[in-house]
C-alpha cells in the first residue's frame, strides 16, 4: 500500500526510467538516491509501490518540485534521456 495514487506511482517510475539512463546505470542512480539497487529494482518494475520518501529523493536529485515529479511534468513529454533535448513534436 502505497500513500501515492496509481497515477502517481506512475509518474515517478516513470522518472526514475528516464534518471537511470541520464545517470548511467541502476546501480549509480541508487546510490544517488540512497537505496540498494534491489530496492529501487522493486520499485520501477512494480514489485514494491513508491514511498513518498522516493518521490522527495527523485525530485531532489531531479532539481525539481515534487508536485512536477508526482503529475508527469518530470521529465517533461517529448524529453530526450541522453541529451535532454525537448521535441516539441513530441510533447504535443
Not at 529494482?41 to 525530485?59: E, L
Not at 503529475?71 to 517529448?78: K, L, V
Amino acid at each position: 500500500m502505497s500513500d501515492l495514487t496509481a497515477a502517481e506511482q506512475t509518474n515517478v517510475r516513470t522518472a526514475l526510467k528516464f534518471l537511470r539512463t541520464r545517470c548511467g546505470s541502476w546501480t549509480v542512480l541508487s546510490r544517488a538516491l540512497g537505496f540498494g539497487e534491489s530496492t529501487i529494482g522493486n520499485v520501477v518494475t512494480g514489485f514494491r509501490p513508491v514511498s513518498p520518501v522516493v518521490a522527495f529523493r527523485v525530485a531532489k536529485l531531479a532539481k525539481v518540485g515534487v508536485d512536477d515529479v508526482l503529475q508527469g511534468r518530470y521529465p517533461e513529454p517529448g524529453t530526450c534521456p541522453h541529451c535532454g533535448h525537448v521535441s516539441r513534436e513530441a510533447a504535443q
